[in-house]
């Protein structure tokens, strides 16, 4: 059985990078469900009202790091959230693509491993080309489709990121491997019930 | 439709996350009814 879960995505957010590194531990279990995500990136600033390249305070960025380190993921969280919306133009013009999931390793890594910030000038470009793959080096920012997408998952209910679709029932955050897999697994049990009936 | 379950792990003070025993009994017990009301197999 094939179950593909909409999952709403910030390149900018740690927690993201987050959920990111868990599904990937999981991919095993997840593979055995029938389960995929179909990661779709928004601009959580236009939910949010958060200000363009705010200063993250630092009790919530304590708090990040903390929820980060009980998940075992180590992350160099950025100083302020990083416009993410030229990494997200290339993630929609490969949706379905083999390179899609590589393009997300590679923003991610750079942000959360090597420390870069994707917004200045020349570094989308550079990550591109490290993936030597067919992606537009320097593609126009395609901020209607960004929005668009965000504006499907502030309908859908998003008020945050992550956030997994389970049918009807937007589910945000990254949660312990063992409630991620209950909530994956209940979720297909159900599905299938559902499509046997 | 708010989003079920984001609101308990994050932001609202200091001593938040999964080590903090209040918000963990209190996130747990929201993911049971969360389970039981609308994901039932």
Known sequence: MN????????FSS?????????????DPEIRDLGISFDWRPIDLVRITG????????????????????DLG??????????DSR?????????????????????????????????DEPGEIERLSRDLRA???????????????MTREAH???????????????PVGGIQEDHTMLTLLQRFARKTERERDS | MRCVIHDLMIFDDEIHGLR????????????????????KP
């Open chain 1, 14 to 26: 740690t927690l993201c990078y987050v959920a990111h590194r868990v599904l990937q531990r999981l």
């Open chain 2, 20 to 39: 903090n025993e209040k918000y963990r009994l209190e996130f747990y017990s929201r993911l049971i009814d969360f389970l039981d009301q609308h994901m």
């Open chain 1, 73 to 82: 993921i180590a992350a160099r969280m950025p100083a302020r959230w990083i």
């Open chain 1, 3 to 10: 179950i593909e879960i909409p999952l709403y995505f910030d």
């Open chain 1, 134 to 148: 067919d992606i537009p080096s320097a593609p126009r920012r395609n901020d209607d489709a960004i929005d668009a």
């Open chain 1, 155 to 169: 309908i859908a209910g998003a008020t945050g990121v992550p956030t997994f679709m389970f049918g009807e029932w």
């Open chain 1, 86 to 118: 030229a990494a997200h133009t290339i993630h929609l013009s490969l949706r379905g693509a083999v390179v899609e999931a590589a393009w997300r390793e590679r923003v991610w890594s750079a942000i959360f491993e090597e420390g870069r910030l994707i």
């Open chain 1, 50 to 69: 958060w200000p363009r390249n705010f200063v993250v305070d630092k009790p919530r960025r304590k708090d990040i790091l903390r929820i980060a380190s």
